[in-house]
């Protein structure tokens, strides 16, 4: 579980993240959801360190990320695994390579028991053999995410994060990432937390989503809850696209009935 | 204000890239690397460059020699001392800046814009030393040897251009070579060229570690990180020579 509270984060004086208290649940994928420049990203990143919060506390697991020390927090980064929106592949390594990576930094294993687990990790996400050894430049984009969601778990991480996994995708492919990473936070159990703007992600594998407009906080809820807010900026961006308000309006009717 | 405000970053990230390393296996390998690309793959140019270099040299010198007085074994003197002093460690340490600098800008660059450094943040692996140790390393080790290459070039392009077009002879040119030859020369461009080494790598590898934006950046990084590395290197040509001699 990861637990935020009073997260207040500025740049240059503006402030980008205003007063974010939430929680985030083990074995559920969380969703941040939100439009292009409302500090989704920046929520993510401050979440994994990778930008310093101006105040407030983050919680890993009653773990106070904020104040740990820089050694106990590079600890707890080994049981991180992060999906970037371009894959984040490293060019120079091959796919195997680049799920071997964090094995070869961080483990002690042999090099079978390291290739055993990059082949399990990368048959979890069917990536075939053949494609073990292209470079990140040869692959599609949809393979590039999938074998950065290999990357991500091969420590076996207990928090998961993916920003904008579906970015740049065609709706079959996005689809096929969002329910791999459903399938993988329910099978290892762990806190999963995704940034997406992507309505049907949210109706597919939202179990918990955290609305954000503008750096603040407007709304949680679940994927049931999310076409009965009454919260207007949400209804503003979920009825963006008509189908919503149809789906909305047809289960109505059905409840009346 | 901003030239301390870089200055203390630069200071920074060097101090996070001689922190300790967490796999020095891991390391060592991708030291052997850097070694073939940035040293062994720079040979071919420094040999081309200092051939045409110590030619063109030994021809400028044997023109501006009209006196008929002056032995034309000064010519081979003049090449060497001016290949050993200046042109093998500094001029080649510029024209490395363009060609190493520019390389070393735009792959931590494009890393950083790819968002594959913060990837290995995430990791838990310190990102400034993994991908910045073994490029200086590599750099500052294969600098004396990229030095001594250039010299022994440089001799022999004017070893070909001067007899062939009629400057020198041979004989001469090679007695001239090694006329009151000083070794103290050698030892203090060597020194220099760790110097030159150091800054080659360091200077472009924070340009590319703090670049922000896209390929446009990366793209304006790599010439900012080869003029402020050009006049670093003469900066402390000058520094150097004042301490050393």
Known sequence: ?257 | MKFFFSAGRYFALLARVFSRPERSRIYLQKLFLEIESLGINSVGIVAVISTFMGGIITLQVAYNMTNPFLPTYLIGLGNRDSLILEFSSTVMALIMAGKIGSNITSEIGSMRVTEQIDSLEIMGVNSASYLILPKIAAVVLMFPFLYILSVFFGLIGGLIVGPSLGAVSATDYINGIQYAFTPYYVTFSLIKSLFFGFLVASVPAYFGYFVEGGALEVGTASTRAVVNTNILILVFDLILTQLLF
């Open chain 1, 1 to 257: 579980m990861i637990r935020i509270e009073n997260l207040n984060k500025s740049f240059e004086g503006n402030t980008v993240l205003n007063n974010i208290t939430t929680e985030f649940q083990k074995g559920k994928t969380n969703l941040i959801i939100g439009r292009s420049g409302s500090g989704k990203t920046v929520l993510l990143k401050s979440i994994v360190g990778l930008h310093e919060i101006d105040n407030g506390s983050i919680y890993y697991d009653d773990r106070n990320f904020t104040t740990m020390k820089p050694s106990v927090r590079k600890k707890l980064r080994q049981e991180m695994g992060m999906v970037f929106q371009g894959g984040a592949l490293f060019d120079s390594l091959t796919v195997a390579e680049n799920v071997r990576f964090p094995l070869d930094m961080f483990t002690e294993q042999t090099p079978a028991e390291k290739a055993r687990r990059v082949e399990f990790c990368l048959d979890r996400v069917n990536i075939s053999r053949e494609a073990h050894r292209l470079s990140p430049s040869e692959i599609s984009g949809g393979m590039k995410k999938r074998v950065a969601i290999a990357r991500a778990i091969s420590l076996n991480p207990k928090y998961l994060f993916c920003d904008e996994p579906n970015s740049g995708l065609d709706p079959e492919t996005s689809l096929l990432i969002d329910d791999l990473i459903h399938e993988i936070t329910v099978e290892f159990n762990i806190t999963t937390i995704i940034n997406t703007h992507d309505m049907n992600s949210v109706m597919e594998i939202g179990e918990k989503i955290l609305f954000i407009s503008e750096g603040e906080m407007c709304w949680e809820g679940t994927k049931t809850e999310i076409l009965y807010a009454e919260n207007k900026k949400l209804q503003e961006f979920v009825f963006a696209n008509p189908q919503y308000k149809q789906i909305r309006d047809l289960r109505r009717e059905a409840d009346t009935d």
